[in-house]
Nanobody
């Protein structure tokens, strides 16, 4: 099993910045990609940004140019720096880890989620 612990959410004024962190622990082998998703009240969970073990990144269009995702593979930690925040960015932000590995039992493909951290952008 793999556990994800998020930190860094909170209340910020429009135009402000926040940095989210997510640390993976437990069975951390084979983590191919880590990333962030968010869910606002009444809306579906949506992609914010992801980064693979090789450093390839993917951003939602709404976050391009305003956010930077990075990953410390040695610490099994992913970071999301968000700038120029808007009220529409308010949501619960969830960390995700996508684990891929093979063993004697075959191929394994798992998704893990953190408990979520609230980000509120308001004056």
């Amino acid at each position: 099993q793999l556990q994800l612990v998020e930190s860094g959410g909170g209340l910020v004024q429009p135009g402000g910045s926040l940095r989210l962190s997510c640390a993976a622990s437990g069975s951390v082998f084979g983590i191919y990609a880590m990333g962030w998703y968010r869910q606002a009240p009444g809306k579906q969970r949506e992609l914010v940004a992801t980064v693979t073990v090789g450093g390839t990144t993917n951003y939602a269009d709404s976050m391009k140019g305003r956010s930077t995702i990075s990953r410390d593979n040695a610490k099994n930690t992913v970071y999301l720096q968000m700038n120029s925040l808007k009220p529409d960015d308010s949501a619960v932000y969830y960390c995700n880890a996508h684990q891929l590995y093979s063993d004697y039992r075959g191929d394994h493909d798992y998704d893990y989620w953190g408990q979520g951290t609230q980000v509120t952008v308001s004056s």
